[in-house]
């Protein structure tokens, strides 16, 4: 009888360890006592979840904390589809979240010797070497002139090369570029639709004039993320997808991150829901200044568009461990997959004072990073992390938040455009909150 009951307590403690193992990984908790954390406090990101549900402007979330390189809050909220609830194991769509990937892996090839900064892009892709810039003159009227001086790498990272958006804000300029790029075929969004390999994008680009000179101005861009991208190719020899896998993803073990999900993960992928206050689920695609977006890109009609600035999909276990390697200035589990150094020029401000912004970063930006360099908040904005924390997010409200500081990130994935941002931010301060030393 004692024997049974012996096999009986290590069968049900077997289940206890088990609790957090999920689809294959394992992903181990502690006890946020056990790293300077406290767990009432945690208790907040609940009620901001709940909350949330109520007032629906989610359908449902994952939130990852993390200190001192452990996970202390792992959990999931809401439905991830009608009456399909939210699981820790679901693959979000992580859109603008894939920029900081693919700049670090150009920064891996600058760790190498590949190029420098300050290179010219045109010295490996000859197309940028006479690029035009869109100007009004003292008429009103648009006029095509040279380029000051060459786009360069430090350009493209920084998004300060005068590469444009199909939904950069309107201006007479602006306006010009995007019909620009809707005529040359550029693909600046997410849609299923689109036909364009990276070099075929790249070169399509290089047809269309800038939106101002190299190094005046800092714009959110997509087309600069697939010239990084396409850099990727000609210096590693491999498309990007493998470069990824082989360089990124598998030293990270970063086992479940794709541009197209495999066809037996779909069942995993929330469905995206918008309008707050309703959540009507989206099926359909919709446009984006000249480009479109929505969710069906996910499902991969023509699988040959790599989009760097938004096309990665994962879980949130798996984009935690890119962001403990930045946090750990290059290193997970004792392997190195970034430069200490590559890591500190990614995560220090890039940007000069007083540039003029087309599209305005909620604080600083580095490569591929937004940044916040003091204590203060910045006017009309809702991002917050601490002095010196950085991340970024993704159009369907997924968000990422390192604190080198407190030692923290955070993690605040759901499937809502862009309405979630606030919601996000609220938990990464209520994980700030219950740091106690």
Not at 151 to 164: K, M, N, R, V, Y
Not at 193 to 210: D, F, M
């Amino acid at each position: 009888m004692k024997k049974v009951f012996q096999v009986t307590c290590l069968f049900f403690l077997s289940l206890l360890l088990m609790s957090t193992v999920t689809w294959g990984q394992q992903v181990p908790t502690v006890k946020p006592e056990s790293v300077g954390m406290s767990s009432q406090m945690l208790g907040n990101i609940d009620k901001l979840a709940e909350q949330a549900l109520k007032e629906k402007l989610i359908k449902g979330a994952v939130v990852l904390v993390a200190r001192h390189g452990k996970i202390i809050y792992f959990k999931a909220f809401g439905d991830a589809n009608e009456g399909k609830p939210m699981k820790t194991n679901a693959i979000f769509r992580l859109a603008s979240m894939s920029k900081p990937i693919v700049a670090s892996a150009l920064m891996q090839l600058w760790g190498q010797g590949r190029f420098q900064l300050r290179d010219p892009v045109s010295k490996y892709i000859p197309e940028f070497k006479d690029l035009k810039v869109a100007e009004l003159d003292a008429n009103g009227q648009i006029k095509l002139v040279p380029t000051k001086r060459q786009i360069t790498i430090h350009d493209l990272l920084s998004f300060t090369s005068g590469l444009s958006a199909t939904s950069a804000p309107h201006s007479p300029v602006n306006d010009y570029v995007a019909k620009a790029y809707a005529e040359a075929r550029v693909q600046d969004g997410m849609s299923e639709t689109y036909t364009n390999n990276l070099a075929q994008n790249v070169k399509a680009i290089t047809k269309c004039p800038l939106a101002y000179q190299p190094g005046e101005a800092w714009m959110y861009s997509n087309v600069s993320m697939d010239t990084i991208a396409y850099l990727v190719e000609i210096f590693s020899g491999k498309t990007l997808d493998k470069y990824l896998a082989e360089n990124l993803f598998g030293p990270l073990k970063m086992t479940e991150v794709w541009f197209y999900p495999p066809e037996k993960t779909f069942p995993r992928i929330p469905a995206v829901y918008d309008k707050p206050g309703v959540l009507e689920k989206v099926t359909a695609e919709w446009a984006a200044g000249t480009g479109l977006v929505g969710g069906l890109f996910t499902f991969g009609k023509n699988k040959v568009y790599f989009n760097p600035s938004g096309g990665l999909h994962g879980t949130t276990y798996d984009y935690y461990r890119f962001a403990q390697m930045m946090l750990n200035k290059g290193t997970l589990d004792g392997v190195r997959v970034l430069s200490r150094q590559a890591v500190e020029v990614m995560t220090t401000v890039q940007v000069g004072e007083g540039m003029r912004t087309y599209i305005n970063s909620n604080n600083k930006w580095g490569y591929g990073l937004d940044i916040q360099d003091d204590v203060n908040m910045r006017p009309l904005r809702d991002w917050y992390g601490g002095k010196g924390s950085y991340g970024w997010r993704g159009f369907f409200s997924t968000m990422w938040f390192v604190n080198p500081t407190n030692d923290t990130v955070v993690l605040a994935m759901t499937q809502t455009p862009r309405n979630a941002y606030p919601w996000g931010v609220k938990v990464n301060i209520a994980a700030g909150s219950a740091v106690n030393n």
